[in-house]
């Protein structure tokens, strides 16, 4: 199963909204996760089942989607959220496949 | 609070094998609900699965990469480790390890290594 995130790259101001998306190349119903990556540093896990939040996450991420077509959207963008955005794709674990992330820069 | 930690050599001369070791402290590596990952990143890229174990030694592998792979697990002390043999520049990257929920996603992971291949 090929990933697709869009866009590249996503140019945003602290405040705004932000909307990432994820394809995937076939179904994997909702076997879907999204990752947030800082310079330097490892994945943190965001989102699970396409859209549960993992322990500790705030409540501006949210996941939607399923199938093929998912979305992770931070509804009003912190210092804090700048950073690289990976979808994973676990509907033929442990075979998990990642995109290629979205970077969200200022 | 869950911790992983990878530890191994961070150059590695082409032809030769890469080997990698994860210690996993704050919980046990014999959970029966997880099984524990490798995964890498190489410079500016995305990340590659390249494997995974439980406490029983059940494995997987990617299938791109098994047949120079091998991960093994060490219970009695909490660690996990990985060997890549025939290691080219292509090898060069960044790699992690992390905590596989079986069936599900990565929810813990080490601070990663970064190996890489050069004479």
């Known amino acids: 199963v090929m990933m697709t995130q869009s866009p590249a790259t996503l140019s945003l101001s602290p405040g705004e909204r932000a909307t990432l998306s994820c394809r995937a190349s076939?179904?994997?119903?909702?076997?879907l996760a999204w990752y947030q990556q800082k310079p330097g540093q490892a994945p943190r896990l965001l989102i699970y089942g396409a859209s549960t939040r993992a322990t500790g996450i705030p409540a501006r991420f949210s996941g939607s989607g399923s199938g093929t077509e998912f979305t992770l959207t931070i509804s009003s963008l912190q210092s804090e959220d700048f950073a690289v955005y990976h979808c994973q794709q676990y509907n033929d674990w442990p075979s998990g496949t990642f995109g290629q992330g979205t970077k969200v820069e200022i | 609070q869950l911790l992983l930690q990878e530890s191994g050599p961070g150059l590695v001369k082409p032809s030769e094998t890469l080997s990698l070791t994860c210690t996993v402290s704050g919980g046990s590596i014999s959970s029966r609900s997880y099984f524990w990952g490798w995964i890498r990143q190489p410079p500016g890229k995305g990340l590659e699965w390249i494997g995974s174990?439980?406490?029983?030694?059940?494995?997987y592998y990617n299938p791109s990469l098994q047949t120079r792979v091998t991960i093994s697990v060490d219970t009695s002390n909490n660690q996990f480790s990985l060997r890549l043999s025939s290691v080219t520049a292509a090898d060069t990257a960044m790699y992690y390890c992390?905590?596989?929920?079986?069936?599900?996603?990565?929810?813990?992971w080490g601070q990663g290594t970064l190996v890489t291949v050069s004479s």
């Open positions: 992390a905590r596989d929920a079986t069936y599900s996603s990565m929810d813990n």
């Open positions: 174990i439980n406490y029983s030694g059940t494995i």
């Open positions: 076939q179904s994997v119903s909702s076997n």
